[in-house]
């Protein structure tokens, strides 16, 4: 990783009390960027007046190669990267996600088309990485439980072949993305990293395995490892198409057709809905902090949502008075899910900025 300090002398503000509040911050934080996360948080006049004295600009760039990163989520966290001056380099082999995901920052990355189980070709891609942000995956439950062998081939086996590349080619961190699917069905609210594990499906088994394997690897050879479980993520980009894909991308495509949302079981259930632009900025964040971190960390909103009320801001949002047809609920539906993210906010000094009304309102007009 490069990391280079500009200091460049300003009058922006000489006032004491900013140049101490400055300092004791910095002491507490020793990461450039999870300082200037926390200034905003502190809700002072704004950082650059903070910061004038001493300083007016940061920049710390890393190379890192992101599996995966054509995909919902990949796509997102690459533009992020590329925003602010990494240098991105993007393996896929297209199988779920699109180059088209890619075009705002095509020229700007270095995108290597190959199938993270081709293990030699995966080792050369780490070549000169820092960081690698593990995204690629088939992340389907259901086909997991209908094709288990080449689901675990690419989930858990291809996690393995991530770290043991990165471990052979001297990568500092790997991150990879895991799931709230490993929390199963246990019903302590909210879930905490610390709540039991109880995968009840193949798809669920393959992410606590890298989780176990990127754990292990820390132990054994320092590389510097850790999980972020996403909980139930959605906006642009997210496929609609199967009967499986996540519920508000299904209520968005059918209420811009005007047509009925079906909901299965009362509406109660609840998930803990986060948009993707507040994952994106997670991954981030877990990229560039400072290490140690915690090796588990949950990524979600900490609000619990009624699948009926978000079918409602949707269909308010879509104007679609088509209405809700009642099916019988799924089976093994998980009544009510959402995560404490206390974690996150003391790690990486970040809360998800998105409410689910904002989000979905949002979503809906750029569906259009
Ligand atoms: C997620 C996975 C699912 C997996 C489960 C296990 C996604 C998209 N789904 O499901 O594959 O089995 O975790 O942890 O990641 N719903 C409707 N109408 C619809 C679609 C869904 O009412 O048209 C309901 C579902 O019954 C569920 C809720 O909406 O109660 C959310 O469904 P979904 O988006 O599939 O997420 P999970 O249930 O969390």
Known sequence: MTT???IVPSDASDDPDDILFFILLAIRNPSPRRLLSRLILAEKPGPLPLLGPLFSDIVTTMNILI?????????HTTELFVKDGHKVRVVDDFSSGARDNLSAVAGEIELIDLDIRDYAALEAACEGIDTILHLAAIPSV???ILEPLVTHEVNATGSLNIIAAARRRDVRRVILASSAAIYGDYDELPKTENSPVQPISPYAWHKLTGEFYGKSYGELYG????????FNVYGTRQDPKSPYSGVLSIFIERSLKGEPLTIHGDGGQTRDFIHVSDVAKANQLAAEAEWPLPQIMNVATGNETKIIDAAGIIQQAASNQAGIVYDGPRTGDIRRSFASCDLLEESLGYRPLINIEHGLTDLVAHSG
């Open 142 to 144: 259901e086909k997991s």
């Open 67 to 75: 599996t995966g990163g054509s995909g919902f989520i990949g796509s």
């Open 4 to 6: 280079s300090l500009i």
């Open 223 to 230: 590389i510097e490892f850790l999980a972020l479980r996403y």
